[in-house]
């Protein structure tokens, strides 16, 4: 089963075919898809090659978790359980975040919004933000949605390992280290997350396919959302992604 797509396996769609996105200034580049999905994989390379904040909620309550803060300790039942945080403490964390921000142009989200509550609260706060900025017409976000098979996603659930240390992710079986449990890029100790824990992973995907019908239709509706096909290899999968940023002015 393809998770999240109703359309045919194998076609990026929508890219490439609408002019709308020529030159179009996104407040934010928007990344959904199911866990597994190579959100993080892929948010972390766009971010990088434009230089731009990217901000994934689920890292954020992870560090809360490991901090023992107090978002950390109301955040970690639901985590643990792979339902989702509340609305209002996501919004809340977000919110925070990005007036922290000293760049007011596009920035990456990672794993939010995951909710039609929580889009249409990132709709009013990029325009409040923005408002009176004339000379910085940010609009509307672009919603990437990445497709990937649920026994795809399963795999690489089992096989993710990310570094303890800068985050970076890696898979035993698709994007393994140099040196095993390594770090190639700082040498830190590689760490497995527990909400990747199979019984975990499966409430995951179930509370997945229940919030992701919706929140797809939300964007869907208004022209602002882009599939890919994430069953390819990671480069593949960017290269796909290109084909939707390279039309947008970042
Ligand atoms: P979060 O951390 O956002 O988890 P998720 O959405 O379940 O997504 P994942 O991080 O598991 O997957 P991903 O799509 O980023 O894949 P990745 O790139 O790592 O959220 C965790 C929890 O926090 C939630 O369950 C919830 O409780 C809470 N939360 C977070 N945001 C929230 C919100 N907005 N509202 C409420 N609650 C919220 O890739 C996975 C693996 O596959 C890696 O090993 C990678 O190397 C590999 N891989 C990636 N791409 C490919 C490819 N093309 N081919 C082969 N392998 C690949």
Known sequence: MMIESKHVHGLDHNIGTLPELQGLRPAAI???????????TQAQQVAKEHSLPHISTGDVFRTHVSNKTALGLKASEAM??????????????????????????????????RSVAQAEWLDRFLRTRTSGMNDLPHSAPIAVQINVERDQ???????RRSCSSCGRIYNLHFQPTRND?????????????????????????????????????????????????????VEKVRAAITRVTRMLTI
């Open 30 to 40: 928007i990344f959904l898809g199911p866990p597994g999905a190579g959100k993080g």
């Open 80 to 113: 643990s359980r792979g339902m989702l945080v509340a609305d209002d403490l996501v919004c809340n964390m977000v919110a925070e975040y990005i007036q922290s921000l000293d760049h007011v142009g596009c920035m990456v989200l990672d794993g939010f919004p």
């Open 153 to 159: 996603l399963l795999r690489r659930l089992s096989g």
């Open 181 to 233: 449990g390594i770090c190639d890029y700082d040498g830190a100790k590689l760490q497995m997350r527990p909400d990747d824990a199979e019984n975990v992973v499966r409430e995951r995907l179930t509370v997945h396919e229940k919030n992701t019908f919706p929140l797809t239709e939300y964007y869907r509706r208004k022209g602002q959302l882009r599939e890919i096909d994430g069953n390819d290899a």
